[in-house]
């Protein structure tokens, strides 16, 4: 298993006259927390785009425990639970307040799809070798 | 069953650098078809808010079929399968390009709570009467 | 003169917990002013950037005359008040409540850029022409 | 003079199809440099609002130097070149790309007002003793 924590800052741009963070603004702390639980591994997300890849979402479900509220600092858990031997990868996502309290939780589902032909294919070599050691 | 379509042209700001529309902004597309959904039954969401209730988004789920472009003139169909008792309740949305491709499709599922003491509580009766010719 | 009108509804998106619209959603409105004042004359952006231009913002001012509140129905007002010469066009724009009070006004300025050698161009004749009999 | 860096990193969320960052989400880097460099002093934006006050945008100029690129590392560039004596605070605002270079760079006008009556007010006196050793 891979798990990544990064930080978010909640804007208020963010926020609704509901006074909390809207619910869509969520799924971009999920972009987040993928990017930066790719770099953590030593690659970014940008050079899989200049390796001619891109990774569209095809699928993501969410389930909303408490609010996000403006200027919490939020931490985003990024989680592999199986290295992807197909086209298609699954990030388990979490978000927690300070009070590690849960806010929100899903799964996003990714395709690797090469950019020229937009025919899927499979996770970059350089990105499995760094994943491997995880999954042991 | 209700269902209502109503229309959304996409931003230059809602695409991202895959040329695309970014993933999370359609969830604001589904917004605005409940909330035109509601407006169609002589009901509006602000009118709800007025009464003292808020309807908090507690779960989503959406999968992408094909891409949004910038300047799709998109289709937003918003569905009551079930007249809700509880104090929940679930649309089905879908999202139709030009050409009549499904772009994407969901389920949003969304409380009624009480704003003043955040309680849950049930559909308010105007706009249960307004359903109700819907289900029979 | 040109002058354009075209209408948006608030969404719940657009606000934030000073129960307003955020300040910078209205640069976003004005995007789409601009965009449907161009399709009006016949052409869309989307052509413009076919036809291997695109148009950068170089500059904006905007001042906030009174809030923008959900729901409501948005007049965004889009003016040329000179046809531009050079690469460079001024867009003035204004937005106005449903009670027909100005809620905010500014002026965004674009550039005419060759998209392949990112040079400064004028503005494409087709365009150019639909727009000579309002300053004549 | 204050003076306060912060850094952001761009989301894919932030670019659009003319594969940069989108001209309005600057405004919304600039209300985060605002937020860290009021943090910096000892204040958080979200107790002034707790003491009754809020700020809202009243006036913005922005001007666009070059590209803001995805998963580019901007510094925000937060400046106070006066202690305000009215109703009214002038931050002045920069962005730099990791190769030091301008992005953007602008002015924003906010009101101190009252939430409860609407009034405009001064700066609440934590926030300027925090200043005042600034301007001396």
Chains 1, 2, 3, 4 share one sequence.
């Not at 891979?2 to 609704?16: E, G, H």
């Not at 996502?93 to 300070?98: R, S, V």
């Not at 590690?100 to 970059?124: I, Y």
Request: aromatic share 12%; with cysteine; net charge negative.
């Amino acid at each position: 298993m891979f798990s990544f924590d990064n930080q978010i800052r909640v804007r208020y741009a963010d926020t609704d006259q509901m006074q909390v963070v809207y619910h869509a603004k969520f799924i971009e702390y999920f972009e987040s927390g993928r990017t930066e639980a790719i770099r953590h591994l030593g690659i970014t997300y940008k050079e899989i785009e200049e390796w001619g890849l891109i990774m569209p979402v095809v699928k993501l479900t969410i389930e909303y425990a408490r609010p996000g509220l403006y200027d919490d600092l939020l931490t985003i858990r990024t989680i592999l639970k199986e290295l992807p031997d197909s086209h298609s990868i699954d990030f388990h996502q979490e978000i927690y307040n300070e009070a590690e309290k849960l806010v929100c939780k899903g799964t996003v589902t990714l395709f690797f799809v090469e950019k020229a032909t937009r025919t899927k294919c499979t996770m970059p070599a350089p990105l499995r070798e760094k994943l491997l050691p995880y999954f042991n």
